[in-house]
């Protein structure tokens, strides 16, 4: 089971709590993560990542074990403590402005 904070607009629009949790079928990676949310939230694909690229929303954000992973590649395996659901896999939304 992966642990999820989602933003609070996410979380309004899937009318869930501060956290979800999703089960993965494979390695834990971003990808896989994302999948599994829109799986099980049908209301939030699109949200998070464009639907025919398949790429990162520019002001949405990836934070594994405290580091920023908006970057790196979606089949990066995630941490250890994230795929054994002991910490949290972040979704937030980024900070634009100036």
């Known amino acids: 089971m992966i ?13 869930v709590g501060d956290e979800i949790h999703v089960d993965l079928n494979g390695s834990a990676t971003v ?41 790196d590649p979606p089949d990066t395996p995630l941490p250890d403590p994230i795929a054994k659901g002991t910490e949290p896999f972040f979704i937030m939304g980024a900070i634009a402005g100036g």
């Not at 896989?32 to 694909?45: C, T």
């Not at 690229?53 to 970057?71: N, W, Y």
């Open 3 to 15: 642990r999820v904070v989602l933003p609070h607009h996410l979380r309004t629009l899937a009318k």
């Open 31 to 71: 990808r896989a993560i994302i999948d599994a949310i829109e799986e099980k939230y049908p209301m939030l694909r699109g949200t998070i990542r464009e639907h025919e690229t398949q790429k990162r929303r520019p002001l949405v954000r990836f934070f594994a074990c405290g580091e920023d992973i908006s970057h």
